[in-house]
């Protein structure tokens, strides 16, 4: 029984060696370290493209070691280059210190996004002793076309060939004139537990 006891008191006293009893780190161990912004997403996505809303919503995580921690402010930063970003020249928005604990579809509220328009943006937030975390890390969205008159492709195809058209094992295949009709396929008795394989050229 005293073995065992002596077992414990040496055991105990070297769990105890290994914590730090600095005031610094006494300290730090009831502040925790600083906030930290993190998990930015745009419209729910991480990155993303092709977004319709004219203005889009920012969301992102705040993390902090300690206890009971909360965001009381923050700052959106949007820019049209990077560059411009991290020299803190928000050209699109910036949104100044909003006292909010708000971090989940903060809408954009900038200068109007053109279609296919790529910024890059960044967060930092205040914790609820008013102290500022560092900028979170860069994240990017891209708008899509959002007019109609964005969208000007043409039909792909091949300019100086014109469709051909093969005859098939039971028939023969029709040219369409781009309306809406149908196509009759004459019925044969080995169709009948085969599938019916059609082609189509598109101009």
Partial sequence: MKSSVAIIAVAAATIGANVCQKPSCLAEQVAGGPITVEELRCEYARNPLGIEARSPRFSWLLESSRRGQMQSAYQVLVASTE?????????????????????????????????????????????????????????????????????????????????????????????????????????????????????????
């Fill in 83 to 203: 560059q411009k970003l991290q020299a803190a020249a928000a050209d699109k928005w910036d949104s100044g210190k909003v006292d909010s604990g708000r971090s989940v579809n903060v809408p954009y509220q900038g200068k109007p996004l053109a279609s296919g328009e790529r910024c890059w943006w960044k967060v930092r937030a205040w914790d609820k002793e008013g102290k500022a975390s560092p900028w979170s890390r860069t994240a990017t969205f891209e708008m899509a076309l959002l007019k109609k008159s964005d969208w000007c492709g043409s039909w792909i195809a091949a300019q100086s060939v014109l469709p051909t058209f093969v005859e098939g094992k039971f028939g023969q295949a029709v040219p369409l004139d781009g309306k809406s009709e149908g196509v009759r396929v004459e019925h044969y008795n080995a169709l009948k537990s085969k599938k019916i394989t059609m082609a189509a050229w598109i101009k």
